[in-house]
């Protein structure tokens, strides 16, 4: 077992890279499976899931190259099965993106249930609703689903509740289907806009991506021979963003799109945080202690989910009684416990939590729940004085290229240390 062990506080400062979006590359490898030929993927994050991913589909008879850290070539005109192996897509949750790529691609699939954080409960009943109405047959069975359809058709899909997986994987169902597909009421997340313009670079039709309709019109097949580039990860550089602020740092956080981080810069700004925005960079830091704020999780262009527990850390020390509601996951504040071992006052029920700012965090041995519980539970380690051991490793690696180096080179008393 593998542990982090962070002496704070260290003020986090310099630069720092943002690889390339995780949630945008485990639907973009699926999306491969879409091409009978060959493409190069780029600024893809080097994180276990990633790695998973290209297991499951060498194991499917894709030929993978890894031409750098980052970059892959990937062979896809040997696909040989439509059974993905059900031990490898029951560890994490895209591997429900192979249902709507081997629909595309050959009219049937089976994988194991996915799993992926333990948030709450992460229903797929509108990627199903969406399977079904473009003429496939889907099964839950034993742990699996299967899914099979004899010729997909373009249809009407309107989204009960705004998912993220379920707006992607109707995509690439509906990029090979016959006629035109709309899907109402999508979500707008910017690694749904880069998974359509993959497929788009590949000669798919779809339009619309990143607003609340979607309109796929059906090709007769896609081309490989193209080299695409994953876009930057919103979440990692919100991270970090928010890691200036409770470090009491300043950081240049490069390679990353800051339109995709309006919503965390206007609550950074709100809190009493320091910004500047540069298109492809932006700069971050602390003057004074944040104010309490009031946060209310949302789809985006709403303040993210997936940041909720790093903007936690910077409320848990701010100037007053701040509140966090979030709206997507049930689940989602299990890192307060955690949190509440280093001396932050905070009292969670249900999907709300208050946080009563304390001057200081105190370091102590605490757990990762989950993948961004993780990095949040990284950013307290820094921010807090003394000596916090973080356990639980095998989330943060999931969605997190060489973390503890990244924190290193901003100046981070952080060590990996086998137990
Ligand atoms: C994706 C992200 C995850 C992020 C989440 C919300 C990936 C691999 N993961 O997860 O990091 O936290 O978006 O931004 O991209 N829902 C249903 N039925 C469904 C599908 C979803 O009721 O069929 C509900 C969920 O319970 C949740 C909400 O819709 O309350 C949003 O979920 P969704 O956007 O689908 O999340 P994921 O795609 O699983």
């Known amino acids: 077992m593998e542990k982090l062990i962070i002496t704070g506080p260290t003020p986090l400062k310099g630069e720092v890279e943002i690889n390339g979006a995780k949630n945008a590359a485990v639907a ?61 897509t029951s560890k994490f949750r895209a591997s429900y993106y192979l249902i709507g790529a081997m629909l595309g691609r050959a009219g049937k699939i089976e994988v194991g249930m996915p799993g992926g954080c333990k948030l709450g409960a992460r229903p797929i009943d509108q990627h199903i609703k969406g399977f079904e109405l473009l003429g496939a047959s889907v099964e839950v069975r034993n742990g699996a689903i299967s899914a099979k359809a004899n010729c997909l058709k373009g249809n009407s899909i309107y989204m009960d509740v705004v998912s993220v997986g379920a707006t992607i994987n109707i995509m690439l169902a509906a990029v090979l289907a016959k006629g035109t597909t709309v899907i109402d009421n999508a979500a707008k997340e910017p690694h749904i806009v880069d998974v359509a313009n993959f497929l788009n670079t590949m000669g798919a039709d779809i339009r ?50 800051t339109k ?35 946060i209310k999780t949302l789809p985006y262009p ?39 071992k280093m001396g932050a006052k905070i009292t969670a029920q249900g999907k709300s939590a208050v946080f009563e700012g304390v001057d200081e965090l105190f370091g102590a041995p605490v757990y990762s729940t989950d993948l961004r519980a993780g990095a949040a539970l990284i950013v307290a380690g820094v921010s807090a004085n003394g000596v916090t051991e973080v356990y639980n490793l095998q989330h943060i690696d999931r969605g ?19 137990e």
């Open 28 to 88: 973009i490898l699926p999306a491969t499976l879409l091409i009978n030929g060959v493409c190069t993927i780029n600024n893809l994050p080097n994180i276990s899931d990633v790695q998973i991913l290209c297991k499951i589909l060498e194991k499917m008879g894709a030929k993978i190259t890894w031409n750098s850290s980052n970059e892959i070539t990937i062979d896809t005109r040997n696909i040989n099965t439509t059974q993905a192996p059900l031990d490898l």
């Open 208 to 257: 619309g991506a990143g607003t609340d309709v979607i309109k796929i019109n059906g090709v007769e097949k896609l081309h490989g021979d193209c080299t695409y580039s994953v876009v930057p990860d919103q979440i990692e550089a919100g991270t970090f963003m928010l890691a200036a602020i409770a470090s009491k740092g300043d950081l240049l956080i490069k390679n990353c799109i």
């Open 260 to 294: 995709h981080l309006e919503c965390i810069t206007a609550k950074i700004l709100e809190i009493g945080g320091n910004v500047e925005d540069y298109g492809d960079s932006i700069r971050v830091w602390y003057t004074k202690r944040p104010n309490k704020a009031i």
């Open 302 to 340: 709403g303040f993210p989910t997936d940041l909720q527990p790093q903007m936690g850390v910077v409320l848990s020390t701010a100037n007053g009684t701040s509140i966090i509601n979030e709206s997507i996951w049930e689940s989602r504040f299990q890192y307060t416990d955690e949190l509440n």
């Open 400 to 418: 997190y290229e060489n973390i503890e180096e990244k924190f290193r080179k901003i100046g981070a008393n952080i060590q990996r240390v086998k």
